[in-house]
C-alpha cells in the first residue's frame, strides 16, 4: 500500500509539472528596414497578427532596428514572427521581405 502511494505521488508530481500553461521565451528580431515610425507602425501591425505574444514586452530599439519582446512558445514557434514581418515587407533576420508587399508600403515607410 505504502509503495502505491509513493507511486501515485510521483505520478502526480511529475504530471504537474509536465502541464505547463506557458513558456515565455524572448526573441530578438533584426528588421534593417525599420528607419522610422511608420516602418515601426508596420512592423507593429505585422508582429499583432501572432498569437502569444506577451503584453507589454515589445521593445523596439529604432537606432539598432531589432524588436525584442517575449512570447509564448507553447503557441507558436519564433521563426513565425520572422515571417510574419517578412510577409509585411520587411527583411526580418536575414529573410527577405515580400516584394508585392513592399510595393504597397505608403510613401512615409518607403527608404
Not at 7 to 25: I, M, N, P, S, Y
Not at 95 to 108: F, K, L, T, V
Request: aromatic share 10%; with cysteine.
Amino acid at each position: 500500500m505504502k509503495s502505491l502511494i509513493v507511486a501515485l505521488g510521483v505520478f502526480f508530481f511529475f504530471a504537474g509539472v509536465g502541464c505547463r500553461q506557458h513558456d515565455w521565451r524572448e526573441v530578438t528580431i533584426e528588421v534593417p528596414e525599420m528607419h522610422n515610425e511608420a516602418a515601426i507602425r508596420l512592423v507593429m501591425q505585422a508582429l499583432s497578427r501572432g498569437p502569444g505574444i506577451k503584453p507589454g514586452s515589445v521593445l523596439v530599439d529604432p537606432q539598432n532596428r531589432i524588436v525584442r519582446f517575449t512570447y509564448d512558445s507553447l503557441l507558436v514557434a519564433d521563426m513565425n514572427f520572422v515571417h510574419l514581418i517578412a510577409a509585411a515587407g520587411f527583411t526580418a533576420n536575414g529573410i527577405p521581405g515580400d516584394e508585392n508587399a513592399r510595393a504597397n508600403w505608403p510613401s512615409e515607410v518607403q527608404p
